[in-house]
């Protein structure tokens, strides 16, 4: 199988065919505790260390991006620091040694980098991640709210409130205390940028918990940029498809659907972080200035509402 970590194109901008731009794998069936870690994903996936060329459409800002670690996180972490971004990630402690890795990649581009461990689920570290992160940046005008946790369940019988609760607090819930956090800190022309889904439309039947939060996350996407856009503020999400990272593997899929992750899109292939990096470039940045209220699809063709 070729080595999805080696493109066949340059960088981001290289005109190439999109179907076969990133190979069509085939994961083997594997499983990792939760949360997983991009260092034992098989194959490796690609967040743009070789590939992401910034033009410097972020010069001088300064991002705090909640699961900046791993998968779809750390291709955004990577690409602001390219763009010429300060950026602070938080991620689980357990997740230290992709962070690590990303930490000395945002580094190599002579930016700040910032680690912020801790879980979302602790009221103490979520109430004063925003502070922590404008405190060591020097202030703050982008915030990723992107950490998510996916857990499948076959039957809503095994579907236990306590994981209900801990999906509901990760993925919408800590957007609330973070966005309120931040906006002590965000001068007019910044943006918040949200991580939902194409399961905010297509829930599938086994991420009840999951997709639910993707769908309210949309709902307060629009109503908070509505509400932020008279002060300069612009919210907006991005809606991932099928992409392949961590949460895939520990048990954010059934172990059987591995092989063919992906295979059911109109380009017929999972996508790579590294192809959701640009979506989150262009909402942060001031080119997207009349962009308010939207949610970017990158989902390989499925159709959306
Ligand atoms: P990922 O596992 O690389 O990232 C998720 C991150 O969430 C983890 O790295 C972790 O740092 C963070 N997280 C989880 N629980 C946490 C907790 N209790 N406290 C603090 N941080 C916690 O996987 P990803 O696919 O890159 O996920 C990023 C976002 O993309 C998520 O919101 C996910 O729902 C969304 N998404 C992913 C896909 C996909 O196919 N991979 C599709 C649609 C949406
Ligand atoms: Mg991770």
């Known amino acids: ?59 001088g800002r300064k991002a705090l991006i909640t699961g900046g670690d791993s998968g779809i996180g750390a291709a955004v972490a990577i690409a602001f620091a390219r763009e010429g971004a300060d950026v602070a990630i938080a991620y689980l402690p357990a997740e230290e040694e992709d962070a690590q890795k990303i930490i000395s990649v945002i580094q190599q581009e002579g930016r700040t980098a910032v680690a912020l461990p801790g879980d979302l689920l602790e009221s103490n570290y979520r109430n004063e991640l925003v502070d922590q992160a404008a ?48 906006l002590k800190y965000l001068p007019e022309g910044a943006s918040i940028i949200n991580t939902t889904s194409v399961q905010a439309y297509e829930p599938s039947p086994v991420l009840l918990d999951y997709a639910s ?37 520990s048990d954010g899929q059934p172990k059987d659907k591995l092989p063919k992750f ?11 972080p590294v192809e959701l990096a640009a979506a989150y470039v262009f909402l942060a940045s001031p080119e997207s200035s009349y962009v308010v209220g939207e949610t970017l699809n990158v989902n390989g063709g499925r159709s959306t509402p």
């Open 1 to 59: 199988m070729p080595d999805p970590t080696s493109p066949a194109h340059n960088n981001q901008l290289s005109l190439d065919n999109p179907v076969d731009r990133y190979p069509k794998i085939s994961p083997p069936k594997q499983d990792q505790p939760e949360p997983g870690l991009d260092a034992k994903l098989e194959p490796q996936a690609d967040h743009g260390e070789q590939s992401y060329v910034g033009t410097g459409r972020l010069k």
């Open 262 to 272: 992906g295979h059911n899109v109109p380009l017929g292939r999972a996508g790579q």
């Open 213 to 249: 939060t993707k769908a309210a996350i949309n709902a307060f996407t629009k109503g908070l940029a509505t509400q932020l856009a008279p002060r300069g503020i612009r919210v907006n999400a991005v809606a991932p498809g099928p992409i392949w990272t961590p949460l895939q593997v």
């Open 135 to 182: 405190k060591e940046l020097g202030g703050l005008d982008i915030l990723v709210n992107n950490a998510g946790k996916q857990i499948a369940v076959e039957q809503i019988e095994d579907l236990s409130d306590e994981q209900v609760l801990e999906t509901f607090q990760v993925n919408i819930l800590a957007m609330f205390t973070l966005s309120k956090a931040a």
